[in-house]
């Protein structure tokens, strides 16, 4: 039988249960419930899905289902690959013509554009135009970019210069889109991954499954729960090992999303450079060192993790809570905030490394 372990957000992988398969059921007796869980690179992370109170076989095809949910949002989602629509997309900025985009891209373009709206651009899926102005790649020699090549071009971080077009009679159909001015880029990035966990958590469901966990890097849902718990979810140190948490939450039917300053970055001068641009300044922001969001799904944890992070503080808290989600920060002065609604439910292990 595999065990349950509880599960640590992380910007490099996840802990799930793990362990040999157990040995097949003699003839004509039926398969005991377990805990199955399987770990792919995907989308440039790790995916782990963890299955509890299900038959084996059961529990393996629900999995594949659910890894087929990344594999295609990898492909139609991803702006590396030439081939994808959202390359297209953003090979044609400025050119004044339409690309045509398939259904699931058009929903996320337009989950993103509404994320925008209502962080008040805090989240933008139009930050990709900074790409390679800023380089936290390993391989990269860091350094800040002059003030003067970061003001011409944080205008092209621009959400409302993506334009769509819905398809007549169907809002969620294919549609087409473009960008307004040359240099725009859209970086779906984050905001795919989560699409990808909501839309494998789709695929479980529709399988009759109701205890389960799908986790992508720091993206993670977590539906029902494992032997009569539910399952707990663990918040790394900003400043720990990467499997060392210093908070824990039980978490049940919801998403739960982590952003870190810790995920990538350099360090210039003694000043901690990383991935997470505020859109106000297309600088690190400069608030946070970590926001962990609780939410209905993945795609909003993502959109407002970011969002809270760059905002920081109290006011960051508020706009978790306007948006019916809930939310943990540590701060940049390394203070530990909680939104009321997780106030009595995270279990604070020690505080966080300074």
């Known amino acids: 039988m595999l065990r349950p372990v509880p599960l640590l957000l992380s910007a490099v992988a996840g802990l799930a249960c793990a362990g040999p398969a157990p040995a097949s059921p003699p003839p004509g007796q039926a398969e005991a419930p377990e805990v199955y869980a399987e770990t792919r690179p995907i989308m440039s992370t790790l995916v782990t899905v963890t299955v509890a109170a299900a038959p084996r076989g059961k529990a393996t095809a629900a999995a594949e289902a659910a890894f087929a949910a990344f594999t295609h949002v990898e492909e139609v989602m991803n ?207 400069e608030a946070s060192r970590s926001a962990s969001v609780l939410a209905a799904s993945a795609v909003e944890a993502e959109i407002l993790g970011k969002a809270v992070f760059i905002l920081g503080g109290e006011a960051g808290l508020r706009l978790a809570e306007q948006e019916g989600a809930a939310a943990l920060l540590v701060t940049s002065a390394n203070r530990v905030m909680a939104s009321p609604a997780l106030q009595a439910r995270v279990r604070l292990e020690r505080a966080p490394s300074p």
Not at 86 to 100: F, I, Q, T
Not at 127 to 138: I, M, N, S
Not at 201 to 212: H, I, K, P, T
Request: glycine letters at 14%.
């Open 79 to 285: 702006e590396w690959r030439p081939a994808s629509p959202l390359s297209s997309l953003n090979v044609a900025a400025g050119s004044g013509r339409w690309v045509e985009m398939p259904g699931d891209l058009c929903q996320v373009l337009r989950i993103g554009r509404d994320g925008a709206r209502r962080t008040g651009g805090l989240f933008d899926p139009t930050w990709a135009a900074l790409r390679g102005l800023w380089r936290f790649g390993e391989a990269e020699v860091p350094s800040v970019p002059p003030p003067e090549m970061i003001a011409a071009r944080c205008p092209l971080v621009a959400w409302r210069d993506l334009e769509l077009e819905p398809a007549p009679g169907s809002a969620a159909g294919p549609c087409r889109a473009r960008l307004a001015r040359h240099g725009m880029q859209v970086g779906l990035g984050g905001l795919a991954k989560g699409w990808a966990v909501d839309r494998a958590v789709a695929e479980l469901r529709r399988r009759g499954l109701s205890d389960f966990v799908v986790q992508a890097g720091g993206d993670l849902y977590a539906a029902g729960g494992h032997g009569g718990r539910p399952w707990t979810v663990g918040v790394r140190d900003p400043r720990g090992p990467p499997d060392e948490a210093f908070a824990w939450l039980d978490v049940s039917d919801r998403a739960f999303s982590t952003s870190g300053d810790y995920e990538r970055f350099f360090v210039v001068d003694g000043v901690r450079h990383h991935h997470i641009l505020d859109p106000r300044t297309c600088r690190p922001a």
